[in-house]
């Protein structure tokens, strides 16, 4: 990607955003040339002399001063004006970049009223996505089982109330699609260039993703995403991981605790996006020591929306934390600029860290010369290595760190439905049906009775089955005690409700009996069942799909990541090929703004290496390495592997798909070029050969003797192979042998 030219010198970051002091500035300034060509020995002496430019201890004390007394430009492009004589230095822009303002002193841009009307901005968000909130607390308790606390009425507080599991399964059965089809990440490159370092990308992602436990993570948002219609990945750099060099973080995130822009459709056009999470005072006050003593006893439930679970969860001792995420533009461009605070205290802050990075470099003159002083020691100036955290911002990639994942989505909504919203009317139905089949069979179980009050009857003795003997009081009458008649048995019409309600939840949901290894009346053979099965995962296949697009994203800003954190070489143990096991050194040197050098002296400046994700499934299940290992031994006997068949091979592969292909073609075709060069390598040897027996007639007889072999090693290759292009003839030599024969026979003998 090409980047505006600029000095190669000059310091960057990730993105190619220069904060360095420009060398080329300082030879073009006459004042600055005038000095430096003071010294006692001439421009090209100075070039061309073994020892150190060294000028005299008045040229060095007004060098010293030339950074302070002369105009010169800043990291800005700004032009600072020399001061006159008596005057104090140039205020800096903010004093915040002056060393000697007091940390208590210094304007901070965000401080406590920033924070509390971002807190206000934070609670109208909260009241955009309420019934959001109610629809996750609400479908939990379906996915627990727990539905009957949201359909309990007076006139069901004693019913059975039954509670099946078909929501429950389909969910689980397309949780194990998704496992099943579980994603694996190969990187592209965009340019010729970047292919190398496309294949270390390859083998090395795997490797952070495995380190992190992705597969947990990935199986919790998949899980979220099923019940609750949306997951959410967030991806993070944990500056505390290995012993402080940091290193990426990929979590689940609860929509609960995530707040953004109503309205919006894209998380990334929004305005301001709020992450909270309750913390133990204790963690806080000890990662942030200006937040001591002024923590809240007592969380403020004001904003989290809790889950209504089983156990009692103790929030005391705990503080809200906010983490405020927003976009905002420094000098032209857009940045990811990051807050956390909790009540009105500012834990920190991108845009508080105004302090640009430093380092002591050595002064050269506009030759490169090194200028010493009086002592012979290197003159030394501080420069500005690069932009300050507020101007570049918390991630170079300027996203806001949150990737949604929608199963089913809503108009002017980043969210979407899931398998709750959708099945939880047909599974009420089929539990309100089942309750009264319940209460139907407990009367016709247990029958009734209808007992007179003055009947004499003692009821503890009647309802004792141990009791041999009941005793009444006076004379037993038909009036005293009469069974209650046990209700109508259920009709069948009643059985054919619930059996529909069953099938429609599996034809809405796609989870037939098929899908879990079941058959249909019918279906015996082996393909009518595998077109079943595949027929039946079409819908699973595209819920999986839209989930690898947002997988494709959060490589996407792994990569970024990357570039901008790993300067540091990293050990990593990768799979090399053949499956072999190796050891790479890795760093961020090739992910950064590459030069394309110069064009007709003019210099051409950076491009920043871009790749495109391709996302495949890993092989899970039992069937899809069954289908693989199928198709492998159906080219083998095929004769795809037969150097011969190549060029049919080829051919044929051409016009099919499937995972491997490339690598496929390239084998066959290696196969046949191999098979052309040893026919080619005979021919050689039998025209050398003749040319040997010409030489020296009836003496080696060596083109016989070659042509014999290579003619027994083409029919035993043809009949290992099965090919049955020519019946072979006893003493007879293979065309290819002939045709070799002839070409050296024609190229040996002489011509009239």
Known sequence: MPITPMDRRRQQDSYGNTGGFDRR???????????????????????????????????????????????????????????????????????????????DQRVQAIGKDQI?????????????????????????????????DLMETAETLTDPKPASGWLFNTIIAKHADFMDNYPDP????????????????????????????????????????LKHGTGVFGCFWDGSKLNGLGDIGITEVDILSLFWEPGIKDIQKSKNLFYVELVDNDMIEAAYPQARGQLHTTEDDSVMKKYMNDDSIDTQGKSLVVDWYYHKNVNGKKTLQFCKFTGDIVLYATENQTRRPTAEEPVTDPYGNVAVDRYGYPVT??????????????????????????????????TGFGFVDVCKNPQATIDILNNAFEKNVQYGAAPRWFVRDDGGIDRDAFLNPSN??????????????????????????????????????????????VT?????????????????????????RDQINTTYSAYK????????????????????????????????????????????????????????????????????????????????????NSGFFNPQQADQ??????????????????????NGGMYEQMINMQQQMLMMSQMIDQLAPGRFNLSDQIADEANRFLDENEQQQGTMTTVPVAGAESSITRNARERAAATTSPTS
């Not at 206000?120 to 609400?138: A, C, F, N, P, S």
């Not at 048995?489 to 619930?498: F, K, M, R, T």
């Not at 091979?649 to 290696?670: P, T, W, Y």
């Open 186 to 225: 190969i990187i592209l490159p965009r340019e010729i260039n970047d292919r190398e370092e496309a294949k270390r990308l390859s083998s090395i992602i795997p490797v952070v993703f495995e380190q992190i436990g992705f597969r947990d993570v990935y199986s919790s948002e998949v899980w979220y995403k």
């Open 516 to 540: 879990n290894g079941g058959t249909t009346a019918g279906a015996t053979a082996a393909s009518a069942i595998a077109a079943l099965q595949e027929s039946s995962g079409k819908t699973s």
């Open 553 to 636: 994203k959060l490589v996407n800003m792994v990569i970024e990541l990357i570039r901008q954190f790993y300067d540091m070489p990293r050990q990593f143990r990768i799979t090399g090929e053949n499956g072999k096991e190796e050891f790479a050194t890795y760093s961020n040197d090739n992910l950064r703004p590459q030069p394309q050098g110069d064009v007709f002296g003019e210099d051409m400046g950076f491009r920043l290496p871009v790749f495109d994700i391709q996302v495949e499934a890993e092989k899970s299940s039992a069937y899809s390495r069954l289908s693989q290992n199928e198709l492998a031994l159906n080219f083998y």
């Open 381 to 414: 100036q501080t420069v500005e290595t690069g932009l300050s955290i507020a101007e570049r911002g918390l991630y170079d990639h300027a996203m806001y760190p949150f990737i949604f994942d929608v199963l089913f989505p809503e108009t002017d909504m980043p």
């Open 649 to 670: 091979a080829l051919a044929c592969l051409e016009m099919m798909d499937f995972n491997g292909k490339d690598q496929m073609i390239s084998k066959v075709r290696a």
């Open 25 to 103: 500035q300082q030879a073009n300034n006459p004042g600055a040339n005038q000095n430096f060509n003071a010294g006692q020995y001439g421009a090209e002496n100075r070039q061309e002399s073994p020892t150190p430019y060294q000028p005299t201890p008045l040229q060095a004390n007004e060098f010293n001063e030339m950074a302070r007394q002369q105009e010169r430009p800043s990291v800005t492009g700004e032009t600072i004006p020399a001061k006159s004589e008596g005057q104090q230095d140039a205020p800096k822009i903010e004093a915040a970049m002056n060393d000697n303002v007091r940390p």
């Open 116 to 148: 509390r009307k971002a807190f206000q901005t934070l609670q109208k968000y909260k009241q955009g996505k309420q019934h959001l909130e109610d629809k996750i607390v609400r479908n939990e308790k379906w996915w627990k089982l727990r539905h009957w």
């Open 468 to 513: 041999p003997f009941i005793p009444v009081d006076g004379n037993l009458g038909e009036d005293d005690i009469r069974v209650i008649d046990p209700p109508a048995p259920i009709q069948g019409s009643y059985l054919d409700l619930l059996t529909m309600k069953i099938d429609e939840m599996k034809e809405v949901t796609g989870n037939r009996d």
